[in-house]
């Protein structure tokens, strides 16, 4: 993969060409491969409020009008990293005490009502704009995504952190790519065993 496909990672691309989160999951999905550990800091989608504010535009999670300041990027960053965390337990752990703390904290703000249409169609709306909005649409999702049992098959590559949206049958894949993450964690075992083979 060359710097101009890495770069599209968790947008344009997924790792192995699996299929994307379904429904509004998707949206969840890439706001925690907004960011990749193995790729430059300078990466992050969201890393300064000028990135930040395109993505969340691009996503229609905040208005033209909102600001968002360095606070925000970091409690973005902050929220990211701990559902990301979430995403890593869904591997068949519990999730560590931090994580859980964060979405506590990071989602004071966020407050979230129940609209309904004229058919009679109901759906998480945020209520108040801004990031608070924004994180209050992805904790809406994150919700939802638990009661119909999706969020189960989104997981954190064991290698490199990454969501992917496990669709096998026994829920069994465990790196966003085993081309990619799943070779490098076989090849570094190989070496390991071989390393110490030659002691
Ligand atoms: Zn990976």
Redesign the pocket.
Known sequence: MDEHDKRRVGEQIEPGGRPKAPGRLELLQRFINSYNHDFPREWDRIGTPETAKAWLRQKRLVAPADRISEADVARLRELREAIRALAIANQGRQPGVAATDIIRRVSGGARISVAIDDTGRTALEPARRGVDGAVATLLGILHEAQLTGHWSRVKG?R??G?AFFDRSKNRSAA??AMS??GNRTKNRAYYRRRRTSTR
């Open positions: 590559c290698q490199c990454y790196w966003c990619i993450c």
